[in-house]
């Protein structure tokens, strides 16, 4: 049977008994933060076994890619000690929410392995847990399995979960298939599996059956779950293995033209005829490449931290096997191509960027190459060390931090060559590291008051947010008036400024009611808009007769506040947006006919409790008051422009740079806006220009920009979906939509239509770590300004020039190119004049023991000029020399010290005088023992270390 086959047959076996077929999800999950893989069939059904939302199917079944690399289950390090482990695999599982239970689960999965795939009934094993009897009465009384070929395990085999400290757990029942006397001679399946010692898997475990039946408790009682359950998984490589009669998955149609292709390009020859630790070798880069091929297709880049770092891990892990046969060169991104092969057709995103994933595979590995050799030989250093019986934490965290090289490869290659490694000692080392690098950093959100919001979210639940407007379609075409504004709203910038001053934001139509009635004339009033726009798609920006629920000073609650307090208020309600998705916190006013508070910033609890900061300017204020919020209109407004202007660059740059491109981290202030995305390589300025040209169309189409809350499932399945990772999920999602062009899960506000942005200009590309992007932009206003800022600029330039504008930059390169020969003239005439002057400078040398220590200030001399002089002093008095020489420019110091052969035979080294004297001048420096070099930011202190280097000459020399 082929793989293909096997695919296939599972899922008409489970469709046909009433199972909804469900695609594999991705193996960065879309909506669970706590993971950083996909690691099993069930990951993407968590929710409905906890029933947190509503069941959209009580039976489904699927064919999962999964990741089993870093964090809880790791596989990693089993990858190339045993055959069966994979870091990345395919998982065939069906699932039942509150349905079926163990009788269906185990005779379904008896049938299909002995009557679908024709296993041979004789050869399956069972294990199941020590307590379970009814899984064990279903095996031996139902189905027929004889109690010889069964097994009652504990808890570390034969019971899943919870996944934390309380939640659904329950036993599990797994299969195993006899491969026969030529894997164990002699090796029964009690022994195997009781005393876990079957090195060559005899038995092969194939499907594992689990039954979420418990629901644990803190005091570790286990009442049964509500919604019991069914999950099994089913490793494909596995099944293909048995079925097709193989050593090893290795040797399946999933992987051998995989492991051929390899033993090709590192000169083997053929795989099968191959060492066992070759083999090994060839196995751990052939199940690396297929994990990094589907998780570079999402968008995942290596870095230092996160998912991030596990791609790394494995691209460096397959490296470093690679090297143990021979291949010292990178070689990997040529095997890009036979996964496709292979995979490409069940997964067709793999197909989509290739030349993405074989550029970073490329970069990756030749990165490894030049900056991890170091490493390797430190490390093989240490280890050469006769007496050593581990490793050292100092010496882990050097390896580390300044190789490069990663923990876990310093580990296994310990364990690998016998050796133990201080594990307490490098965390002490990383802690104290951490602990550093945090001193005067911000302190943690909400600190002190944390648990009292907590107390907040029990007693009244979560904030509700009044600023989300309802569609657009919702308001009345035959409003006439309303329409012919609101049209105007979206396209006319005066016309903001003229609801803005309507009374959208801070407002006082009682002191000069006439005059403002004036102003307006011919516009609605404030009730009118509030009327026309509230509940629409206009941002809501005041809202009345919201309880203050408490009030903070510093860490304390109280019960009232006055004049001069600096103060958090949670509200009941609030228009105010929290920060969160990159978008920031909203400021404006909290009033009431006595008082009023000003906002400053907006932030939320996990809770979803707003903790509003902000200052009382006027009256006092209790807890249980009602207030009228008022957000700062024109700061919201840039906001809205800025976080819709991200929406629409994202969408550009997916064209433009390709579908790899995926959201790192953003920033939307009312200033700029920040876009942190994935690509392994910097944007070229056409690129930038097209990103440019695409989001300015997107605006001048002035689409209207849709939001609407839907069920997840529903808008998990909209084409083209976005769902920024690291976010968690309720039941239902806010999903933003630019027709045609961008459509994301977001909980942000944003412009009613894309003309409102009026102008997108990008200010700066730049990297920002390995592998991600950074794009900052300018929207509305300030794009205008930043446009006429560069203007007079350049018509500045072009004035001093006496050239047009479109020949500034030509004129610039010329005047460079003038000013460089200039440099070089100057610097020749300087060298001469020094070589004029080293006869004289000899001559005032002191002689100390035979040798010539030369001191001597020079002004306005670089490095180079500097070592240039000493080779002049040098040609003159070739032997018994040692200068230390001394420049000022531009406010800095150079120091440069040279030493004859016969010096340093004598004990003094260039680089140890250099490392005494540079303190003095507040610098630091290093070089060899024939010349070194020095830089410092204290000229005056010149003369001094100068004369210091006399007393060190004079200790070297012992004289």
Not at 11 to 29: A, G, W
Not at 281 to 303: K, Y
Not at 758 to 773: D, K, L, P, Q, T
Request: glycine residues 10%; proline residues 4%.
């Amino acid at each position: 049977m082929k793989s293909s086959d096997i695919r296939k047959a599972y899922i008409e076996f489970f469709t046909s008994r009433d199972h909804r077929q469900v695609p594999s999800s991705p193996l960065v999950p879309p909506d669970d933060p706590t993971l950083l893989f996909t690691t099993a069939g069930m990951v993407q059904f968590k929710r409905l076994y906890s029933g947190s939302v509503e069941l959209p199917y009580r039976r489904a079944c699927s064919v999962q890619k999964c990741l089993r690399a870093g964090g809880k289950g790791s596989d990693l390090e089993n990858v190339g000690r045993t055959l069966r482990h994979h870091t990345f695999f395919e998982m065939l599982g069906n699932f039942s929410f509150g349905d079926y239970f163990k009788r269906e689960a185990l005779n379904w999965a008896w049938e299909f392995s002995t009557k679908h795939v024709n296993l041979d009934p004789n050869r399956i094993y069972a294990s199941v847990y020590q307590d379970d009897d009814e899984a064990w009465d279903i095996w031996t009384k139902e189905i027929g399995v004889p109690e010889g070929r069964m097994v009652r395990l504990g808890v570390k085999d034969n019971f899943w979960g919870p996944a934390g400290d309380t939640g659904a757990c329950g036993p599990c029942s797994e299969l195993y298939y006899d491969r026969g006397e030529a894997y164990g001679s002699g090796l029964t399946f009690q022994h195997a599996t009781i005393n876990d010692d079957d090195p060559n898997t005899r038995y092969l475990e194939f499907w594992n059956c689990v039954f979420p039946q418990f629901d644990q408790q803190k005091d570790g009682s286990r009442p049964p779950l509500k919604n019991r359950g069914v999950d099994t998984g089913m490793g494909l490589e596995r099944l293909a293995c048995l079925k097709q009669e193989c050593t090893s998955p290795y040797e399946t149609d999933l992987m051998f033209p995989l492991v051929q292709t390899i033993a090709r390009i590192l000169g083997i020859g053929d795989y099968k005829a191959a060492e066992l630790e070759t083999q090994q070798s060839i196995n751990v880069v052939a199940d690396h490449i297929r994990a990094l091929t589907f998780v570079l297709s999402e968008g995942v880049l290596p870095s230092n931290e996160g998912r991030g770092y596990v791609m790394r891990r494995l691209l460096r892990r397959a490296a470093r096997y690679a090297r143990r046969i021979g291949q010292e060169q990178p070689f990997m991104a040529r095997l890009i191509d036979p996964v496709i092969e292979i995979m490409g057709a069940t997964y067709p995103e793999i197909r989509e960027t290739p030349d993405l994933i074989k550029r970073v595979i490329q970069m990756e590995e030749e990165s490894y190459v030049q900056t991890l050799g170091a490493g390797l030989q430190k490390l093989e250093a240490l280890i050469g060390r006769g007496s050593l019986e581990h490793i050292t934490g100092q010496d882990v965290f050097t390896l580390s931090s300044t190789y490069g090289l990663p923990y876990d490869d310093i580990a296994e290659i310990a364990r690998e060559r016998g050796l133990g490694v201080d594990v307490e000692g490098y965390h002490k080392h990383v802690a104290r590291h951490r602990e550093e690098s945090r001193k005067g950093a911000r302190g943690a959100k909400f600190e002190g008051i944390y648990e009292k919001l907590k107390e907040i979210f029990e007693s009244s639940g979560k904030t509700e947010f009044l600023g989300y407007p309802a569609d657009i379609d919702e308001f009345d075409d035959d409003d006439d008036e309303a329409s012919a504004l609101l049209d105007d709203l979206f396209t006319d910038p005066e016309t903001h400024s003229k609801v803005v001053d309507l009374g959208l934001h801070k407002r006082d139509q009682e002191d000069d009611e006439e005059d403002d009635e004036h102003e307006h004339e011919g516009f609605p009033s404030f009730e009118e808009m509030e009327e026309y726009f509230n509940g629409h798609e206009y941002p809501v920006l005041d809202a009345d007769k919201l309880k203050i629920l408490a009030l903070f000073r510093g860490d304390d609650a109280v019960s009232r506040v006055h004049v001069g307090d600096e103060v958090a208020v949670v509200l009941d309600r609030s228009p105010f947006y929290a920060e969160s998705g990159g978008q920031v916190g909203d400021s404006g006013l909290l009033e009431t006919d006595m008082g009023r508070i000003a906002i400053r910033d907006t932030q939320k609890t996990a809770e979803e409790v707003f903790v509003h900061y902000g200052t009382v300017e006027a009256g006092e204020f209790r807890v249980g008051d009602l207030v009228d919020g008022t957000i700062e209109a024109h700061r919201r407004w840039s906001i809205m422009r800025n976080h819709t202007a991200t929406h629409l660059l994202q969408g550009a740059l997916k064209q433009v740079v390709g579908k790899h491109v995926t959201q790192q981290g953003s920033y939307v202030g009312p200033d700029y806006l920040r876009f942190d995305f994935t690509n392994p390589e910097s944007l070229t300025d056409e690129q930038i220009t097209e990103i440019e040209m695409l989001v300015n169309y997107q605006i001048r189409q002035n689409s209207i920009v849709e939001s609407e809350v839907m069920p997840l499932e529903e808008a998990r399945k909209l084409p083209g979906i976005i769902a920024p990772f690291g976010e968690k999920y309720g039941s239902s999602v806010r999903v933003v939509n630019v027709p045609d062009w961008d459509v994301e899960f977001c909980g942000g506000t944003h412009m009613p239509a894309t003309g409102g942005i009026g102008e997108f200009v990008i200010i700066s590309e730049s990297a920002i770590a390995s592998g991600v992007r950074r794009i900052e932009a300018v929207t509305g206003d300030a794009a205008v300004l930043f446009g006429q800022k560069n203007h007079r600029t350049l018509q500045l330039l072009s004035q001093q020039l006496s050239v047009p504008m479109e020949r500034v930059p030509e004129r610039v390169q010329a005047l460079q190119e003038e000013l460089k020969a200039a440099r070089k003239q100057i610097s020749q005439l300087r060298a001469k004049s020094t070589a004029g002057e080293s006869g004289e400078i000899l001559e005032k040398a002191t002689e100390i023991g035979g040798i010539k220590l030369v001191t001597h200030a020079f002004d306005g001399l670089g490095g180079q000029e500097l070592r240039e002089a000493f080779d002049a002093l040098k040609s003159r008095q070739p032997t018994g020399l040692v200068a230390v020489l001394g420049s000022v420019a531009d406010g800095r110091v150079t120091l440069m010290a040279g030493c004859s052969p016969d010096a340093i035979e004598r004990g003094v080294a260039a680089s140890d005088v250099i490392k005494q004297v540079a303190p003095i001048v507040g610098g630091s420096g290093g070089g060899k023992k024939e010349m070194a070099q020095a830089g410092g930011k204290h000229p005056e202190k010149l003369g001094e270390a100068l004369a210091k280097a006399q007393m060190i000459v004079k200790d070297l020399l012992k004289v």
